[in-house]
């Protein structure tokens, strides 16, 4: 059975920090691109960053560039993303992906607010 488990979510104040986890099981982390997305309340779906499946190429959405970071440990099938200087704007639900396949997990609240 497939499975993404994303934890690390919470409340922060502006400014703050954060970092998310995903651990993957049922599958080939290790050979897959994987990506972080989140959806904010009222809003769609929103790509944030993803990362290649060695690990050595990364990209990220315009609107987080410089605060976060993707990375990945391959030998613990775990997805992470860092998140730095948060801003209320950055209030999501957010989801791990496993790019080009339907794998995506449940999702973990991230609220920004002072």
């Known amino acids: 059975e497939v499975q993404l488990v994303e934890s690390g979510g919470g409340m922060v104040q502006p400014g703050g920090s954060l970092t998310l986890s995903c651990l993957a099981s049922?599958?080939?982390?290790?050979?897959?691109?994987m990506s972080w997305n989140r959806q904010a309340p009222g809003k769609g779906p929103e790509w944030v960053a993803t990362?290649?499946?060695?690990?050595?190429?990364?990209w990220y959405a315009d609107s987080v560039k410089g605060r976060f970071n993707i990375s990945r440990d391959n030998a613990k099938s775990t997805l992470y993303l860092q998140m730095d200087s948060l801003k209320p704007e950055d209030t999501a639900v957010y989801y791990c992906?496993?790019?080009?396949?339907?794998?995506w997990g449940q999702g973990t609240q991230v609220t920004v607010s002072s």
């Open positions: 992906h496993a790019q080009y396949t339907a794998y």
């Open positions: 990362i290649s499946h060695p690990g050595g190429l990364k």
């Open positions: 049922g599958f080939n982390f290790s050979g897959n691109v």
